[in-house]
């Protein structure tokens, strides 16, 4: 028989190669294998902590975001107060002037308005324009000479809404327009 007519031998693969010529010292392999493993693990144990540590942190600082979210508000709210208390020991005194107090009370009312608009409320007040269900809230329907059919005739209770969003409708009374 020639070397061409023997059969075919596979070529050993690397792991087989291996297995059947094992590393001078096996334990060498084994240690790195070991190390590495523990190199894992420890930054498996420290990235788990981590993620731990970030939870807890955004949590609390969720918490205190809603505890203390409101206080930029009330800060602003705060000189109003001051000026409604000055205007009730105003009111107390024996020789209050009813012009005098009613004029002060106009001027806090202003005052808080534009605090809370300062904050994005905006009031919703639809007098004479086209009643919208989205934003107002009708509650009677009444004729008029004055103001076209499904206008908004009288405003009985202010609307609200935050930065866009409707806090509550303005209650109004719609026209039905001149009557029959």
Do not use: C
């Amino acid at each position: 028989m020639s070397p061409s007519d023997s059969p075919v031998q596979p070529t050993p693969s690397a792991e087989e190669s291996a297995q059947a010529n094992p590393p001078v010292d096996g334990t060498v392999a084994l240690a790195a294998a070991k190390k590495e493993a523990a190199d894992n693990y420890e930054r498996f144990m420290r990235i788990a902590a981590d993620l731990e540590n970030l939870r807890k942190r955004t949590v609390r600082e969720k918490e205190e975001l809603r505890l203390f979210a409101a206080s930029r508000v009330l800060e602003d709210l705060m000189p109003v107060l001051d000026n409604l208390a000055l205007g009730l020991a105003a009111a107390k005194q024996p020789n209050a002037d009813l012009k005098m107090l009613t004029g002060g009370v106009d001027m806090v009312l202003t005052q808080f308005k534009t605090a809370l608009s300062n904050h994005g409320l905006k009031e919703i007040n639809p007098v004479g324009l086209a009643f919208d269900p989205h934003q107002h809230e009708a509650i009677s329907h009444a004729p008029s000479a004055d103001v076209k059919a499904e206008h908004v005739l009288t405003v009985v209770r202010t609307g609200y809404a935050l930065n866009g969003r409707l806090l509550r409708p303005a209650a109004v009374v719609v026209s039905s327009g001149a009557a029959k």
